[in-house]
């Protein structure tokens, strides 16, 4: 069997519970399932009840939001089974606040353009994620004025020239690793191809990274090639997941699309 070691729940910016990412999983099959919501470990505790409830082995973790300053591009860690979330809290708590403050900023502009009840864009944001641009993509489709969320009217509002666009500063990739690494979890490199950290991959392994996301959708062939060959040189973890989010997302991608081999997790649960 294998694992989908990268799902996202409402704790974040996705749209299922925990409870049904983890009745999805049972039903593809899967052995085991990591809920990774961004920069939260609000649904971790929920997940592992649920996992013990219907025999589904659950990787407690949370994708962490960083930045390579030097090459100007965003970077997520997966950070799985700490043994102290205190150590990290901070600074996730910090980047919740700054994401949340940023989109915050924005209705104002989307709502002078598409009137719509504030209401209608907090009552999708659950506890434990703050506010993501998908809360406010979410309102828009209920109201009628899309029905698609990374569309045209995502881009008009949060394109690279959005009129909504808004901005926010993350901790430093390295700051971030070595928290990760304080908190007694491990840490894998998510989706290298996506923000290309490619040329950053050395310096993570020198400052301590445990492994690379490798089986994910959004990589080529060519992509698990070269991650897998730097995995094996290196010993590190390859790890494999959807990055779901249920349907908040561009394409379908039912749960188990990218999995990591039962190795691998026996690998990464052996490193906790």
């Known amino acids: 069997m294998s694992a989908d070691l990268h799902c996202h729940s409402i704790y974040s910016d996705g749209t299922l519970t925990v409870k049904e990412i983890i009745l999805l999983a049972k039903a593809q099959g899967l052995s085991a399932v990591a809920i990774t919501d961004h920069d ?9 009840a649920y996992g013990k409830m219907y025999g589904i082995t ?6 962490i939001s960083s930045y390579d300053y030097k090459r100007k591009r965003k970077v997520h860690l997966l950070c799985y089974m700490p043994k102290d979330t205190s150590v990290i809290e901070p600074m996730i708590s910090l980047t919740t606040s700054r994401r949340t403050n940023a989109v915050l900023s924005s209705i104002p502009k989307v709502l002078e353009k598409y009137p719509i009840p ?7 944001v659950n506890k434990g994620s703050g506010l993501f641009k998908q809360h406010i993509m979410t309102a828009l489709i209920n109201a009628g004025y899309t029905n698609e969320l990374y569309g045209d009217l995502f881009h008009e509002l949060f394109g690279r020239n ?4 808004t901005s926010y500063s993350l901790p430093n990739v390295f700051d971030a690793l070595k928290t990760i690494k ?6 894998v490199l998510a989706h290298p191809n996506v923000y290309n950290s490619y040329e950053l991959i050395p310096e993570l392994i020198a400052c301590g990274l445990d492994g690379i996301e490798v089986n994910y959708p959004r990589a080529k062939e060519s992509d698990i090639e070269v991650l897998g060959d ?20 561009d394409k379908p991608l039912k749960i188990g699309t990218g999995t990591a081999t039962d190795e691998q997790v026996r690998k990464l649960k052996a490193e906790s």
């Open 118 to 124: 504030r209401e209608m864009i907090f009552s999708n």
């Open 162 to 165: 959005g009129i909504a666009k």
């Open 58 to 63: 659950v990787i407690t973790g949370a994708e």
């Open 230 to 249: 730097i995995c094996r040189k290196y010993d590190l973890i390859m790890t494999g997941g959807t990055d779901f989010h249920g349907r908040n997302t």
């Open 182 to 187: 304080r908190s007694g979890a491990v840490c």
């Open 40 to 48: 939260t470990f609000a649904g971790c505790a929920e997940a592992v």
